[in-house]
């Protein structure tokens, strides 16, 4: 038997409008009555009659005045009730109409919420009332007309007091801590917002439409952004784990629960709240919608109230919970209202600071989900590409330790490449894995991109050794680790470096050919905004920028390194101890850091000792000799350019630069070259002579503050002499 088959007669305002729930159908029927019956005053009040056409309602009034004459009138409207003919009917429908017995009242429908809460018969009447504006629009036309207000569509508890037979039983839920508020059945202000304060008269209460549908149809489908958490393998949870869901299952009918469950980005947590949900025998939905609409209470609120009314628990994601915690919305108190909702709160999260903005009475021990091992990763590669995996052995092998990712990230990498029509290439496997991460960093770091891809890293033999040691030593990492099993031993660490030497000797160049041999994004750390003045601040960025970067495999280039690297000092205030305590902790990422780290200092002895220990190189990079300065005198000049003229050995021989600063001199006389007629002739090569280098070598001297004697100058001391003399006369 359904509900439209007992219930013969209008529900509400609307024809046809008839909900599953006898009970519903019931109180919004008691409403439509009353409204019909104040209605009826209002035009007798107002000292007028109702067109004989079509119904319309009554002219609003003086608000004032209306409110000056509810006492004067009381006695006279009950009596027009008694007297007046359509009053008169509708009071005697309110006296005959009642439920059918033995009903069933399923879980979550609205007759189900008045035995779970014992309403009584002023609350249940209450609720109705807003749950009749939820399901009927055409309610709030009326209801603006009942409260004398065009724009007042949703009912108040003003309103109730109007309508209800014993106004004063209206004033018990006033009161933030009524159930119908604590459980969020009815939310009070225009978005729906708590007001834990007070709930004032003129306030609109509202029954948020997730949990009307839901008393009024209870055996209707979820919303969309609601969906079950499906049953997948038997999931092996931590000890950890296990007592925190028997925890959750002993207070599961008392109050609400936030269970943290903290995981690197990518991380299953929904397969441990899936293993813990089956040991508690409980239902999870998992939140589908847009994170951004948790930013507003009232959303984050429904959702509660629906699962509260289903019987089930509610899962929020990485994305989600993050935009739980952003910095302006989430308080404590946002928690508050909804004590009092036994539901569990799965939140999956990646940082503990994420938990600050709740309230400690409501959360229980965080579950730690266990990180993908690099044998648990190269697995998983091999599932979640299925029969594309064949011939990708072994960039699975260096992917699954470059790449630290968790299961979730790996199967959406691998959803992605298993689409591709044609098998996939190892540059197109390490291109999609590096594509989901690129690091942002703000402003602690800049993405370099290399500048020197075809260009020779000239250094003495011994230097180019060690370099080349280097290279080899960070392709070997993933065999001696996982290979031959030194993992374990080393932390998976990758490799630390130091470039030591005068400035210009190459040590920016050589970091970014590493990345160019290596194939590894590189990234400038700007030390001016790691290092803050502020205590602990530094400690802070440090840990921001080594948990970005050990995530997938990069280069970080930390410059002008002694500034942050620097000896420990004597402790002589706090300010020291806290450096000092800077000092420690950055050594101690270092050795845990999992790509390459390069320090480039001008001042290798300001570094502290402990920390050149715990180096796996330390490379340094002297000034050029003559051989080196010649071939780095020919590299530095473009292939475009007709070097002819130019006396290479001589310029090798007699000024004793360093790479930086020939590049410069170079530059610099091609800009001055640029500027002769030839250059300009249609399909003419530019050519540099010795004039432009002279001058340029002359002014790079000048620039660093060189003294520099016309001998050296050999034949061109003439010209650099001229050069001088011009200077002097055009400073007079």
Request: charged content about 25%; proline content about 5%; hydrophobic content about 45%.
């Amino acid at each position: 038997m359904t509900a439209a088959s007992i219930q013969q007669k209008p529900v509400t305002f609307s024809s046809g409008f008839c909900a599953d729930d006898v009970c519903a159908n019931h109180w919004m029927r008691q409403i439509t009555l009353r409204l019909r019956r104040e209605i009826s005053w209002l035009w007798h009040e107002r000292g007028a009659l109702p067109n004989a056409g079509p119904a319309i309602l009554p002219p609003f009034a003086d608000r004032a005045s209306a409110v000056l004459d509810m006492s004067r009138f009381e006695e006279e409207k009950i009596k027009f009730f008694h007297a007046d003919p359509t009053a008169f009917y509708l009071t005697e429908q309110l006296a005959t109409y009642r439920v059918p017995a033995g009903w069933r009242t399923p879980r979550g429908s609205f007759g189900w919420v008045v035995e779970e809460l014992r309403l009584d018969e002023a609350s249940t009447f209450v609720l109705a009332l807003g749950l009749a504006a939820a399901f009927d629009n055409s309610v709030g036309t009326v209801i603006a007309a009942c409260l004398n207000d065009p724009a007042r569509t949703h009912p108040n508890l003003a309103l109730a007091q109007k309508l209800w037979d014993r106004p004063e039983q209206i004033l018990a839920l006033a009161d933030p801590a009524h159930p119908l508020f604590r459980q969020g059945l009815l939310q009070t202000g225009a978005l729906g917002a708590q007001n834990l304060a007070a709930i004032d008269w003129e306030s609109p209460i509202i029954v948020p439409a997730p949990a009307a549908n839901q008393m009024l149809f209870p055996d209707s489908s979820l919303p969309q952004a609601l969906a079950p958490i499906a049953n997948g393998e038997d999931v092996t949870l931590t000890n950890a784990a296990r007592l925190v869901a028997s925890r959750l299952l002993v207070n599961s009918k008392s109050r609400l629960q936030i269970a943290p469950v903290l995981g690197h980005r990518g991380a299953d947590s929904l397969e441990i709240v899936r293993g813990m949900a089956k040991r508690m025998k409980r239902e999870v939905l998992a939140y589908r919608g847009d994170a951004a609409l948790l930013k507003n209470s009232h959303v984050l609120n429904s959702l509660l109230t629906l699962c509260w009314l289903r019987g089930t628990d509610l899962f929020l994601d990485q994305n989600q919970a993050a935009a739980l915690h952003c910095e302006r919305q989430h308080t404590e108190a946002d928690f508050q209202p909804l004590h009092a909702i036994p539901i569990v709160i799965f939140l999956a999260i990646t940082e503990r600071h994420q938990l600050s903005r709740i309230s400690g009475d409501v959360l229980v021990p965080v579950v730690e989900a266990p990180r993908f091992s690099y044998h648990e990763r190269a697995t998983h590669w091999e599932k979640a590409l299925a029969s594309k995996a064949a011939g990708l052995e072994e960039v699975i092998s260096e992917c699954s330790r470059r790449f630290r990712y968790e299961k979730e990230t790996i199967t959406a990498i691998a959803d992605g490449l298993r689409g591709s029509s044609s098998p996939i290439t190892g540059k197109e496997f390490i291109a999609a894995c590096r594509a989901e991460m690129e690091l942002d960093l703000g402003e602690l770091a800049q993405k370099v991109e290399p500048r020197f891809a075809h260009e020779e890293l000239i250094l003495p033999h011994k230097q180019e050794r060690q370099f080349q040691e280097i290279v080899k030593a960070m392709k070997s990492l993933t065999q001696v680790h996982y290979g031959w099993g030194t993992a374990q031993a080393w932390n998976e660490s990758g490799i630390s470096v130091l470039f030591a030497g005068p400035p210009g000797t190459g040590k920016t160049m050589a970091a970014e050919i590493l990345a160019i041999k290596l194939d590894l994004p590189t990234y400038r750390i700007d030390l001016s905004q790691v290092v803050n003045k502020y205590i602990g601040e530094t400690e802070k960025n440090l840990k921001r920028l080594f948990d970005a970067a050990d995530i997938s495999d990069a280069i970080l280039f930390f410059d002008e390194a002694d500034s942050l690297f620097g000896r420990r000092t004597e402790v002589k205030d706090a300010h020291d101890r806290y450096a000092n305590l800077e000092i420690s902790y950055l050594l101690e990422r270092m050795e845990r850091f999992k790509g390459l780290a390069i320090l480039a200092t001008n001042r290798k002895k300001d570094l502290d000792e402990a920390f050149l220990r715990r180096l796996r190189y330390i490379l340094d990079f002297p000034l050029p000799g003559s051989e080196e300065r010649k071939r780095i005198w020919r590299q530095v000049i473009p292939k475009t350019v007709d070097d002819a003229q130019v006396d290479f050995t001589f310029l090798a021989r007699q000024f004793a630069l360093a790479g930086g600063h020939i590049r410069s001199i170079v530059f610099n006389a091609c800009l001055q070259c640029a500027n002769g007629a030839a250059a300009h002739e249609a399909g003419s090569k530019g050519r540099l002579t010795m004039a432009e280098i002279i001058v340029a070598v002359k002014r790079e001297y000048d620039k660093l503050g060189r003294a520099v004697s016309l001998e050296q100058f050999g034949t061109y001391a003439e010209m650099v002499a001229r050069l001088e003399h011009e200077t002097e006369k055009s400073q007079n």
